[in-house]
């Protein structure tokens, strides 16, 4: 089984470049590091709580027409079942357009070993983007040429991914949009994407965890690599549930010369809010930056729990 798996992996790396995509471009966000389940379905392979996560995302604030993107998530793990189950809606407002992107998502895990995980995802659903061409301004205004009015695309929609962790490494595959493989181009559609990553992650039991990330985002002619560093602050309480988690900060740079700062805070042990702030660096690009906020709920199940402790380090980071 486990040969199969990697297999494919390879044969998704190898193979999915070579196909004709379409021209648009998945969601941008900044606090993906958190939470990677919008481009792995894989990811909600969290073992010891139910999960949800949302964000919202704001771009080129005082840009008439920039865009808006909305992301909401939940999921849990049935241990007896070795699998995730998931919903997840995306929205995303720019201009003219309107797009939604409900999915539903299944993952399993292979192994349920403390040492060593090994997981395949596969989320499906629906792609939709609304224009509507009334907004449009025209040169030459009700020109008879202009098709005003709204006008609907959509097409099915699916993603792939594969995830491998041990104690210090995950490493992932993944690609979205896979249906648009071998389709011709659709501007008002998406476009198939391959994603790559491989994140560090270290603990300490008392003071700080931190993890450094690598992913690399290939649609077409486009490649753009990220880089992540996160720091996780804790305060030690001496108690059987181990130390409290007080705040994150993170950094990120992308090879398309943008850089985010990232600051979250929990609330409480289940609950954490945060804040990103995108700077380009792009000449012509809006000089207010892009702001993104995120919320992240864990609740313990005993459904989704192999020990439910909230100290582990497992539970800090999937």
Do not use: C
């Amino acid at each position: 089984m486990m040969r199969l798996f990697l297999a494919s992996a390879f044969l998704l790396i190898i193979l999915l470049p070579l196909q004709q995509v379409k021209a648009q471009a998945d969601i941008s966000t900044a606090t993906h590091w958190y939470n990677r389940a919008n481009y792995n379905p894989a990811a909600i392979v969290k073992t010891e709580y139910i999960y949800f996560f949302t964000n919202i995302r704001q771009q080129w604030i005082g840009v008439d027409g920039a865009p808006t993107v909305f992301n909401a998530q939940a999921s849990q793990y049935i241990h007896k079942m070795h699998s995730a189950f998931g919903i997840s809606l995306v929205g995303e407002k720019i201009g003219a357009t309107q797009v939604y992107n409900p999915m539903a998502t299944y993952a399993y895990r292979l192994s349920n070993d403390e040492d060593w995980s090994l997981g395949m995802g596969l989320s499906a659903g629906v792609f939709s983007r609304t224009v509507n061409r009334s907004l449009f301004q025209p040169e030459t205004p009700n020109d008879p040429s202009i098709p005003y009015g709204k006008v609907l695309y959509s097409t099915p929609d699916a993603n792939l991914g594969f995830e491998f962790q041990n104690k210090y490494l995950i490493f992932s595959l993944s690609s979205t949009h896979i249906l648009s493989i071998n389709k011709p181009d659709q501007i008002f559609l998406n476009t198939n994407h391959r994603y790559g990553s491989l994140i560090y992650k270290s603990s300490d039991p008392d003071l700080l965890n931190y993890h450094i990330g690598l992913q690399v985002v290939n649609r077409r002619d486009l490649t753009v690599w990220e880089g992540n560093i996160s720091l996780r602050f804790k305060r030690p309480t001496l108690l059987q549930s181990g130390p409290r988690e007080m705040f994150d900060v993170g950094l990120t740079y992308r090879s398309s010369n943008q850089m985010t700062v990232l600051f979250a805070i929990n609330v409480r042990r289940d609950l954490r809010v945060g804040y990103a702030y995108d700077h380009s660096f792009i000449p012509g690009f809006s000089s207010t930056g892009t702001h993104e906020l995120m919320l992240e709920i864990r609740i313990p199940s005993k459904a989704s729990a192999t020990n439910g402790q909230f100290a582990t380090q497992e539970y800090w980071y999937h």
